[in-house]
T-cell receptor
Framework: DAGVIQSPRHEVTEMGQEVTLRCKPI?????LFWYRQTMMRGLELLIY????????DSGMPEDRFSAKMPNASFSTLKIQPSEPRDSAVYFC????????????FGPGTRLLVL | AQTVTQSQPEMSVQEAETVTLSCTYD???????LFWYKQPPSRQMILVIR??????QNATENRFSVNFQKAAKSFSLKISDSQLGDTAMYFC?????????????FGQGTILTVHP
């Protein structure tokens, strides 16, 4: 069974450009989480969804960040416009509703904004 | 807000030896979970071990075990018979139950190097 799939694995862009990160959760999982990992702030939860509905976006750093989950098998995290301080590794994770203590992480997307 | 503190930025151990990684957390809640995640150079986040706060017995997974001291809010990870493949960043993490069930809070991480 495939795990959580993220694309792209690496992204290099210039400041001001729009960046879209993609995630496909494990089939049947109804919770999806987006995390960001930086040297300065460590690993932090940005937003999570239950059955495609955003539940808590309190970790989203600012309005330049947005996340959507149009269906149960796909989510996007968009940054517009991107800034150098957005450079980080972005992880997506998914879980079952009653087993949210077991989250399966994707391989991450390493984003570099020049 | 809940906080997780890992006071050891880096640790090293010889192959086949035992090493203990420290973690403390702060919460006023009684319903929570604690975790240790491993992040090797590949960056993949791998769940190593999990402890439910209501369980008094320390969790064990093969060579990995925890020392859960609820009153002291301490959650250390012991790795026995260390292997070269254990070289990674280790994160301690915390999750509340109830309405915040699912939100993971991570510590800053400890880099563990296993030497041959």
């Amino acid at each position: 069974d495939a795990g959580v799939i993220q694309s792209p694995r690496h992204e290099v862009t210039e400041m001001g450009q729009e960046v879209t990160l993609r995630c496909k959760p494990i089939s049947g999982h109804d919770y999806l989480f987006w995390y960001r990992q930086t040297m300065m702030r460590g690993l932090e939860l940005l937003i999570y969804f239950n059955n495609n509905v955003p539940i808590d976006d309190s970790g989203m750093p600012e309005d330049r960040f947005s996340a959507k989950m149009p269906n149960a098998s796909f989510s996007t995290l968009k940054i517009q416009p991107s800034e150098p301080r957005d450079s980080a590794v972005y992880f997506c994770a998914s879980s079952l509703r009653f087993f949210r203590e077991t989250q399966y992480f994707g391989p991450g997307t390493r984003l570099l904004v020049l | 807000a809940q906080t997780v503190t890992q006071s050891q930025p880096e640790m090293s151990v010889q192959e086949a030896e035992t090493v203990t990684l420290s973690c403390t957390y702060d919460t006023s809640e009684s319903n929570y979970y604690l975790f240790w995640y491993k992040q090797p150079p590949s960056r993949q986040m791998i769940l190593v071990i999990r402890q439910e706060a209501y369980k008094q017995q320390n969790a064990t997974e093969n060579r990995f075990s925890v020392n859960f001291q609820k009153a002291a809010k301490s959650f250390s990870l012991k790795i026995s018979d260390s292997q070269l493949g254990d070289t990674a960043m280790y994160f301690c993490a915390f999750m509340l139950g109830g309405t915040s069930y699912g939100k993971l809070t991570f510590g800053q991480g400890t880099i563990l190097t296993v030497h041959p």
